[in-house]
């Protein structure tokens, strides 16, 4: 075996997640690392070291073995062991470069965003803001699935899945996880292997942009305040 099982399931176990999800990540990566070993890419370690980019545009693209079944699960799988691995080295010879990050204005309400509802409702106002031809398909609720309720569920241009998750603030340690565990569930629940993902935060730390780079179909946005004053004159003719 080429790949850091064991490590990976501590790691995995010790973040408090059920052993039977990581018995089934364990599979589908036992099928990648032997994929990749009969491309004479030596397994999966060897691939991340040598080019961990290549890995990820192979893992979207490819359509035989591993990926012609069970595909979603499989590049889950891949993702969460890519993440487990910037966690615990700076792949230092296949690490890609920084992703940039994209930034959208959005209008403060409440207490400037410190609630993520109040900044979950100025995103709605202004999805297209977001992207171009966004439009959204949850109803204006939260979706539930089964790891948890997603922000906001659109639809792009393309009419593929959109799943965006806010964080109010800096991005927080596990975001990336939960984004890629709604996106998943979205995949299972509406039969398709390709669900786009945005995050949103005030700011991204160096290894979260790191490690989003290593994950396909995902844009990470920052966003600013746009204030709007008023003088008391006016106001008060209001």
């Known amino acids: 075996m080429s790949f850091l099982e064991s490590q990976f399931r501590n790691s995995f176990l010790a973040e408090g997640l059920k052993e039977s999800s990581c018995n089934s990540y364990l599979v589908n990566l036992r099928k990648i690392d032997s994929a990749l070993r009969e491309q004479d890419r030596h397994g999966l370690d060897e691939a991340i070291a040598q080019d961990a980019s290549w890995l990820t545009r192979w893992a979207v693209s490819e359509t035989g073995p591993p990926f012609d079944k069970e595909a979603s699960n499989r590049r889950s799988a891949l993702t969460k062991y890519l993440l487990f691995r910037m ?47 966004l439009r959204i398909v949850d109803n204006h609720i939260e979706r539930r699935v089964n790891s948890g309720e997603i922000d906001i569920v659109a639809k792009d241009s393309n009419d593929k899945f959109v799943v965006v998750e806010l964080k109010a603030g800096d991005c927080p340690k596990g975001a990336l996880e939960q984004l890629m565990a709604y996106a998943s569930d979205i995949g299972k629940e509406e039969g ?47």
């Not at 730390?205 to 995902?218: E, F, K, M, Q, T």
């Open 87 to 133: 966690s615990s080295d700076d792949f230092s010879s296949g690490r890609p470069e920084k992703s940039t990050t994209n930034e959208i204005p959005l209008e403060p309400t409440g207490q400037a965003f410190h609630l993520e509802r109040d900044m979950q409702q100025a995103v709605r106002r202004q999805i297209e803001n977001l992207e171009a031809g």
């Open 192 to 238: 398709t292997d390709l669900v786009r993902m945005i995050l949103i935060a005030r700011s991204f730390s160096d290894r979260i942009v790191g490690a989003a780079s290593l994950v396909p179909n995902l844009k990470l946005v920052t966003y600013d305040f746009s204030l709007k004053f008023n003088s008391l004159e006016q106001a008060k003719e209001t």
